[in-house]
């Protein structure tokens, strides 16, 4: 009896305890420090060769933890990756690449220059070889272009030589052909020519006939009376023949005269220079 008792009063206080451990109040989650959330994104930008990320992260942890001791290791592995970057890029060809990364790892380490010395040096000999790769590439084109241009003073002169063996061919004189008249006789001492549409003041008509009239004065060296009825008409039809002459001759003047006759149609009397 004394046995049976003992073992309920025991298992009354073990089921005791695990109800009392089940409704005590439960420790609260304490809160995540944001800067370990901070530094955990600028490692994983790291290793994701995600560089421009990773230094403005760095930028904002310098603000907010400037006084945070893991700050220069990661400012110099960032360095280190764009130096990394810079020689990738610089492997490439690609000398501006290669020269930004550089300029971003000489900023994120300006205290020690001796990181960035490799670099450097690789890429000032690299631009060294390009400018004198270019140099040469022009040497060549200026050589071919000044072989290009002998060849062809060679086969200029050569051409001329030929040229200059070669016969003359006499030049066949041709005589000058004698000038046909359009509105006059040349072999008479005079020749009319009427002007009625001055009277009708057919100006577009008048033109047309000053034109021939221009000709046979120019060709045949004439002299001009113009017979016109009213003194106002001379100087109109005298500027309209002088124009002419001139096109077709600037050096040559005419002799031009004027008669008023108010009973006669108005009319050119053209008189040839005689040989």
């Known amino acids: 009896m004394t046995s049976f008792a003992s073992r309920a009063l025991?298992?009354?206080?073990?089921?005791?305890?695990?109800?009392?451990?089940?409704?005590?109040?439960?420790p609260a989650s304490l809160p995540t420090d944001d800067l370990v959330s901070a530094f955990r994104q600028l490692d994983q930008s790291l290793a994701s060769d995600r560089l421009s990320d990773a230094e403005n992260q760095l930028s904002s942890l310098q603000q907010r933890a400037g006084g945070d001791t893991r700050?220069?290791?990661y400012q110099r592995q960032l360095a280190e990756a764009y130096l990394a970057q810079g020689q990738q890029a610089l492997q490439a060809g690609d000398l501006d690449r290669a020269t930004k990364a550089l300029s971003h790892a000489r900023s994120l380490m300006p205290q020690a220059p001796a990181l960035t010395t490799g670099l450097d040096g690789a890429i000032?000999?690299?631009?060294?070889?390009?400018?004198?790769?270019?140099?040469?590439?022009?040497?060549?084109?200026?050589?071919?272009?000044?072989?290009?241009?002998?060849?062809?003073?060679?086969?200029?002169?050569?051409?001329?030589?030929?040229?200059a063996t070669e016969p003359k061919a006499t030049p066949e004189v041709t005589a000058p052909r004698a000038p046909q008249a359009r509105l006059?006789?040349?072999?008479?001492?005079?020749?009319v020519i009427p002007l009625p549409m001055l009277d009708n003041q057919d100006n577009e008509r008048l033109r047309t006939l000053l034109d021939s009239v221009a000709e046979d004065v120019v060709a045949f060296r004439c002299a001009v009376r113009i017979e016109v009825r009213q003194a106002k008409d001379y100087p109109w039809v005298a500027a309209l023949l002088n124009a002419r002459i001139k096109r077709l001759d600037p050096g040559f003047?005419?002799?031009?005269s004027q008669v008023i006759k108010p009973t006669?149609?108005?009319?050119l009397v053209l008189s040839p220079a005689r040989p």
Do not use: M, W, Y
């Not at 003047?253 to 031009?256: E, N």
């Open 10 to 26: 025991a298992f009354i206080t073990v089921s005791l305890l695990l109800l009392g451990c089940q409704s005590a109040p439960q």
């Open 71 to 73: 700050l220069e290791q």
């Open 124 to 163: 000032n000999q690299a631009r060294e070889a390009e400018s004198s790769a270019a140099a040469r590439a022009r040497q060549a084109e200026d050589k071919r272009q000044e072989q290009a241009r002998q060849r062809r003073l060679a086969a200029e002169r050569q051409a001329a030589a030929h040229q």
């Open 184 to 191: 006059i006789d040349p072999h008479a001492t005079s020749s």
């Open 253 to 256: 003047t005419p002799r031009l």
């Open 264 to 267: 006669r149609t108005p009319q």
